[in-house]
């Protein structure tokens, strides 16, 4: 089983956790001024490296927050995590 690091609880089992998406993805900030290929490009293109990623996650089944992680999807092992509203880790995939 994989152990993932709450940066607010700690190591946890990977069962306690969801995926959420791509981290560090801005919304636009007048979206009705989007074209409707810009506003699909927005909602569903998202890059998909093969190597260092990062990436929202949310602790369902524990305290419920979201954070991010970089994780290399080369192994599937997760390199580290941080709160939401920090910066990645410099040479850390985002």
């Not at 709450?6 to 089992?13: L, T």
């Not at 927005?42 to 949310?58: D, F, V």
């Not at 290399?72 to 880790?89: I, Q």
Request: aromatic letters at 12%; glycine letters at 8%.
């Amino acid at each position: 089983m994989l152990i993932i690091r709450c940066p607010y609880c700690g190591e946890r089992p990977e069962l306690e956790f969801a995926y959420a998406g791509e981290a560090h993805i801005d919304r636009p900030v007048q979206p009705a001024d989007l074209s409707d290929e810009e506003w699909n490009t927005y909602l569903y293109t998202r890059s998909n490296p093969k190597g260092l990623h990062a990436e929202r996650w949310r602790h369902i089944h524990g305290c419920a927050r979201f954070f991010n992680a970089v994780r290399d999807t080369r192994t599937d092992m997760f390199v580290t995590t941080y709160k939401v509203g920090e910066t990645a880790p410099k040479g850390e995939g985002a």
